[in-house]
C-alpha cells in the first residue's frame, strides 16, 4: 500500500495510458489523475457521453489531449480488440500502461438462485474481455521502455466469501492471470504486470454491493490515487506479480 506516495512532478510525461472504465468511478478519477501528471490517456468504457465528460475535464486542465475508445467487453469479439491494437499502433506506435478497471458486480446472491447468464456476463466484463484485449495489445506493450500493466482485484479476490459469485470467482481468476502473465513476461523486464485491490471506495458499485452504508465513512477515489500513481509510473520499476492495496485495510 503506497497511500503516503507523493507523485513527482511530470511522473507520466510522455507515456501513453489506457484506462477501462474510465467514464465513471474509480476509473474516471484515475484518468483524470494520470493526465494531471502527464499521461497520454486513452479513455475505453461503455457510455460514450460519460468518456467525453471526462475528455472536455482533461483539455480544459490543459492535460494532454485524450483519446476516446468507446467498447463494451460484453460483446467485443477478438477483432474488435485485434482493430483496437491496429488503431492505437498506427495513433501512437507503443503503449506504457494500461489500468484494467472496467468491472461488473452482477449480483449479490446464494449460488443457488445466480442466473447462469449473468455469471457469463460478468466472467466476460471482468475477466475473459479483459484478458484478450492484453492479448491483442502486447506487441505494444513490448514496444515500451517500461510498461506496467494493472489488473484491479477486490478482496474478494484473495478470500472468497458467500453470495459474491461470479464477481469473486472473476477476481480470483485475474489473480490468477496476473501471476501467469507476470512469470512469463519476466525475463524481459520491460513490461510489469500486477494486481491492485483499492479497497472499499466511495463509488456506485460500492453503494451497489452496500446498500446500507454511509458512503461518508469510505474513502474517496481521488484519497486511493497515491498507490494508483506509484503503480503505473517509473517508481514501481522492478515489482512483477506482485499484490497490492490501494488503502490500509479497515481497522
Ligand atoms: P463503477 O461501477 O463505479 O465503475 C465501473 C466502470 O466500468 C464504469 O465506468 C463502467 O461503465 C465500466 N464498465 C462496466 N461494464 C462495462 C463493460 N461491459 N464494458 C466496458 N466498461 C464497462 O465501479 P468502481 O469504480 O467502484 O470499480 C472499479 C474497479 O474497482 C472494478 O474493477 C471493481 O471491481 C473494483 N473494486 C471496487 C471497489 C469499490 O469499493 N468501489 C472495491 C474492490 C474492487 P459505465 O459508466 O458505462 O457503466
Redesign the pocket.
Known amino acids: 500500500c503506497k497511500i503516503d506516495y507523493q507523485a513527482p512532478n511530470g511522473l507520466l510525461n510522455d507515456r501513453v495510458i489506457l484506462v477501462?472504465?474510465?467514464?465513471?468511478?474509480?476509473?474516471?478519477t484515475a484518468a483524470l489523475t494520470y493526465a494531471r501528471h502527464g499521461a497520454t490517456v486513452i479513455l475505453?468504457?461503455?457510455?460514450i457521453a460519460?468518456l467525453e465528460a471526462v475528455y472536455d475535464e482533461i483539455e480544459a486542465a490543459g492535460g494532454p489531449q485524450p483519446a476516446i475508445f468507446p467498447?463494451?467487453?460484453?460483446g467485443a469479439s477478438l477483432k474488435d480488440y485485434q482493430d483496437m491494437a491496429d488503431t492505437l499502433d498506427k495513433e501512437f506506435g507503443r503503449l506504457d500502461g494500461i489500468l484494467?478497471?472496467?468491472?461488473?458486480?452482477g449480483r449479490i446472491t446464494p449460488f443457488e438462485q445466480y442466473n447462469p447468464e449473468l455469471w457469463d456476463q460478468v466472467m466476460?466484463?471482468?475477466i475473459n474481455?479483459p484478458i484478450a484485449m492484453t492479448q491483442a495489445l502486447l506487441p505494444l506493450l513490448k514496444s515500451s521502455a517500461d510498461a506496467s500493466v494493472i489488473f484491479?482485484?477486490?478482496?474478494v479476490g484473495r478470500k472468497g466469501r458467500a453470495y459474491w459469485g461470479a464477481?469473486a470467482v472473476s477476481?480470483f481468476a485475474t489473480e490468477g492471470f496476473v501471476e501467469v502473465l507476470a512469470d512469463e513476461l519476466e525475463h524481459l523486464g520491460s513490461v510489469r504486470v500486477n494486481s491492485l485491490?483499492?479497497?472499499?471506495?466511495?463509488?456506485?458499485?460500492?453503494r451497489?454491493?452496500y446498500p446500507g452504508e454511509d458512503p461518508d465513512t469510505?474513502r474517496t477515489?481521488e484519497e486511493i490515487m497515491p498507490t494508483y500513481l506509484w503503480l503505473i509510473g517509473p517508481d514501481s520499476r522492478g515489482h512483477n506479480g506482485e499484490k497490492f492495496d490501494a488503502q490500509p485495510p479497515k481497522a
Open positions: 477501462t472504465g474510465a467514464g465513471d468511478g474509480i476509473g474516471r475505453l468504457g461503455r457510455t460519460k467498447l463494451n467487453f460484453e484494467h478497471n472496467a468491472g461488473l458486480l466476460q466484463v471482468n474481455g484491479t482485484s477486490s478482496s464477481y477476481k485491490n483499492p479497497g472499499a471506495t466511495r463509488t456506485q458499485m460500492r451497489s454491493a469510505l477515489p
